[in-house]
């Protein structure tokens, strides 16, 4: 059973890979290359928009959203683009994992954003 979550885990991170590869391609359309850009960010962004610690949802989004962003990323590319680029992918998966700080800066900017309404509200709740 465990054999087959890493192979599951790591056919992920090889499309993962593969869409940042595929990010570039001029055959993917417009509409993909966005969606591709979200996904990717976020799956290489060094912060969670759910952080890990939290029990149950820390885990969602790495379970989840990620896994169900390449399903809709991959169907959206041409497949003769994502064979090509799945290929290159293995060679990449022993290199570094390129890191996205850019997303890092939006999920930050996200959290203070809720920390700053959460306060408002908790200074009219009390204020009140």
Same mark, same amino acid.
């Given at each position: 059973m465990?054999?087959?979550?890493?192979?599951?885990?790591?056919?992920?991170?090889?499309?993962?890979?593969?869409?940042? #590869?595929? /990010?570039? +391609?001029?055959?993917?359309?417009?509409?993909?290359?966005?969606? &591709? !850009?979200?996904?990717?960010?976020?799956?290489?962004?060094?912060?969670?928009?759910?952080?890990?610690?939290?029990?149950? #949802?820390? /885990?969602? +989004?790495?379970?989840?959203?990620?896994?169900?962003?390449?399903? &809709? !990323?991959v169907k959206m590319m041409p497949p003769e683009v994502m064979a090509e680029c799945r290929l290159k992918a293995k060679s990449m998966i022993t290199q570094d994992k390129p890191v996205s700080r850019v997303a890092a800066v939006v999920i930050i900017g996200i959290w203070v954003v809720i920390l700053i309404l959460l306060g408002i509200w908790l200074v009219q709740l009390f204020a009140s």
């Open positions: 465990f054999q087959h979550l890493r192979q599951k885990a790591r056919k992920l991170k090889e499309d993962t890979y593969a869409l940042y #590869l595929a /990010y570039n +391609d001029p055959r993917v359309p417009w509409y993909a290359k966005l969606f &591709i !850009a979200v996904v990717v960010a976020y799956a290489f962004s060094p912060i969670d928009l759910i952080p890990d610690f939290i029990p149950v #949802l820390g /885990y969602l +989004d790495d379970l989840i959203l990620i896994p169900f962003g390449i399903v &809709i !990323a």
